[in-house]
């Protein structure tokens, strides 16, 4: 139906995660009709994030030109507590609760033997090395709560626990003003098994 630049920007679009050929069509034609500064703004900011942005050379969350991270160059974070996650996006949610004053180590994924993705092909071996200097006293295990996060974090603390540091999981559980009614049972059994002294 569309040709030329217009049908590629559409196809680039909806190459995009979440984003459908409806919505790649609507984000082409809006882009049609702003302002050529806006749509030069936006492809300069692709462009910039392409070129100027790597991985922490520490805990692989994202960086700026082959440098630490901004929570891995803040002297003020804990060292001795690392908070492992999957994905860079995974430390933000983590940062909004204001919770936590360690460092991080971002795995870039979890264990998915069906898509091919083993160890190696995770951040897992950094890991280990960072723990084998010392410094850890706790390594958080954040993964997700899923099949895949499951299984990477008990692979984790297999790995991690002889090497003489605490291993920890994150609770999981019912969500603030949630009802017990409509939990199911593995999200109910495990805020059970996680329960507190209060």
């Known amino acids: 139906m569309y040709t030329g630049p217009v049908r590629a920007l559409i196809d680039e679009l909806g190459r ?11 984000i082409a034609f809006h882009l049609l009709k702003v302002p050529s ?6 492809s300069g900011a692709i462009v910039a994030v392409k070129e100027r942005t790597t991985l922490c050379t520490l805990c692989f969350n994202v960086a700026e030109g082959g440098r630490l991270c901004d929570v891995c160059g803040d002297e003020r974070r804990e060292s001795t507590t690392v908070c492992v996650v999957e994905d860079p996006r995974d430390i933000v949610a983590v940062e909004r609760t204001q919770r936590f004053r360690g460092r991080y180590h971002v795995l870039q994924g979890s264990l998915n033997p069906l ?5 190696d092909q995770l951040r897992v071996a950094e890991l280990v090395a960072r723990v084998e200097e010392g410094e850890i006293k706790e390594v958080i295990l954040c993964t997700n709560p899923n099949l895949e996060g499951e299984a990477t974090a008990m692979y984790l603390a297999r790995r991690l626990s002889p090497l003489g540091v605490r291993v920890t999981r994150i609770a999981s559980g019912l969500p603030v ?15 059970l098994e996680g329960r507190r002294d209060l």
């Open 115 to 119: 898509e091919g993705v083993g160890p």
């Open 16 to 26: 995009l995660p979440g984003v459908g050929p409806k919505s790649a069509q609507r």
């Open 37 to 42: 500064e806006d749509a030069l703004r936006l």
């Open 177 to 191: 003003g949630g009802d017990l009614e409509y939990a199911d049972e593995l999200t109910l059994g495990r805020a």
